[in-house]
């Protein structure tokens, strides 16, 4: 049909960070943050589009540069995280779709 595009991929389940304490998934990666980041309506910076309520709220645009905001600790451990295989941030040990990575 025109104008018309069906995508067929896995499909996942959207993260709940009140999974993540059931589920303490630790090992894995994910390319948020590292190839792209969201801001929210807010100007709430966060590491991925599926963070739509902001749990990984790396810092505001209101208060922060963008600059200052990628270069904080806990982006820059995450990050960290990611490249060693360690999921920290409770919220990305919630997400299965990460493991389209492994």
């Known amino acids: 049909m025109p104008n ?17 304490a059931n589920s303490m998934q630790i090992k894995g990666r994910c390319r948020g943050g590292i190839d792209q980041i969201a801001i ?6 966060v ?3 599926l963070d739509a309520d ?7 645009l209101q208060e922060n540069t963008l600059s ?3 270069n904080s600790k806990r982006y820059l451990e995450m990050i960290e995280g990611f490249k060693k ?3 920290i ?3 990305c040990q919630s ?8």
Request: proline share 6%.
């Open 4 to 20: 018309v595009y069906v995508d067929f991929d896995n499909m996942f389940q959207w993260p709940d960070i009140e999974l993540a």
């Open 40 to 45: 929210l309506s807010n100007e709430t910076v």
């Open 47 to 49: 590491p991925c589009c």
């Open 54 to 60: 902001g749990a990984i709220n790396l810092g505001s």
């Open 68 to 70: 200052d905001i990628l």
């Open 85 to 87: 295989q360690q999921v």
């Open 89 to 91: 941030e409770p919220f």
């Open 95 to 102: 997400c299965n779709f990460r493991h389209r990575f492994d």
